[in-house]
Antibody, heavy 117, light 111 residues
Framework: QVQLVQSGTEVKKPGSSVKVSCKAS????????ITWVRQAPGQGLEWMGRITPILEIANYAQKFQGRVTITADKSTNTAHMELSSLRTDDTAVYYCARERGNYFDDWGRGSLVTISS | QSALTQPASVSGSPGQSITISCTGS?????????VSWYQQHPGKAPKLMIYEVSNRPSGVSSRFSGSKSGNTASLTISGLQVEDEADYYCNSYTTSGTLYVFGTGTKVTVL
């Protein structure tokens, strides 16, 4: 079982960018695909994108294309999700999870990102 | 890509069985056996309960089972317990504009 440790709470202004990190322990990041999911307050889960570090390939949900960048730093075993041009409706908890095949079996505890002027 | 459709809420008494539906299309639920289910307690991260329609990960109670018929997948919880009270989300691989799509979520209440 891999442990995914996420970065802490962020408060950002509209129009700025945020970068959330997800450090894997208990295994090499290159063995996994890491997916990102967000959840706005009181709302459901929303798939944003994923990265397969060993292939250096990222895939994004159409909704976030052009605004999200998912990367992986193999030297630190850490995946990152950067979201730009932030709006107030980007306020959410952002989760990273290990994608195994076609499901998500280990999750980070989430990173709260608040967008406020 | 619209979210998969789930009932907003389902309730049952301890010991009863309940079923949560998850309706999509031939581009997602109906087209692939890649449906998974997640349980989420308030303030916590989601937890995988079922994968590939009907497989249970190690450590998940056998009271949880999954199935699929056409474009609708289902999660059944038998012998309902107080600790089953949570939100449940389905997820499916999809070919419509994104790789994966979640359901709208169902709040399970144990009466």
């Amino acid at each position: 079982q891999v442990q995914l440790v996420q970065s802490g709470t962020e408060v950002k202004k509209p129009g700025s960018s945020v970068k959330v990190s997800c450090k894997a322990s208990g295994g090499s990041l290159t063995s996994y695909t890491i997916t990102w999911v967000r959840q706005a307050p009181g709302q459901g889960l929303e798939w944003m994108g994923r990265i397969t570090p060993i292939l250096e390939i990222a895939n994004y949900a159409q909704k976030f294309q052009g605004r999200v960048t998912i990367t992986a730093d193999k030297s630190t075993n850490t995946a990152h999700m950067e979201l730009s041009s932030l709006r107030t409706d980007d306020t959410a908890v952002y989760y990273c999870a290990r994608e195994r095949g076609n499901y998500f079996d280990d999750w980070g505890r989430g990173s709260l990102v608040t967008i406020s002027s | 890509q619209s979210a998969l459709t789930q009932p907003a809420s389902v309730s049952g008494s301890p010991g009863q069985s309940i079923t949560i539906s998850c309706t999509g299309s031939s581009s997602d639920v109906g087209g692939y056996n890649y449906v998974s289910w997640y349980q989420q307690h308030p303030g916590k991260a989601p937890k995988l309960m079922i994968y590939e329609v009907s497989n249970r990960p190690s450590g998940v109670s056998s009271r949880f089972s999954g199935s699929k018929s056409g474009n609708t997948a289902s999660l059944t919880i038998s012998g309902l317990q107080v600790e089953d009270e949570a939100d449940y989300y389905c997820n499916s691989y999809t070919t419509s504009g994104t790789l994966y799509v979640f359901g709208t979520g169902t709040k399970v209440t144990v009466l």
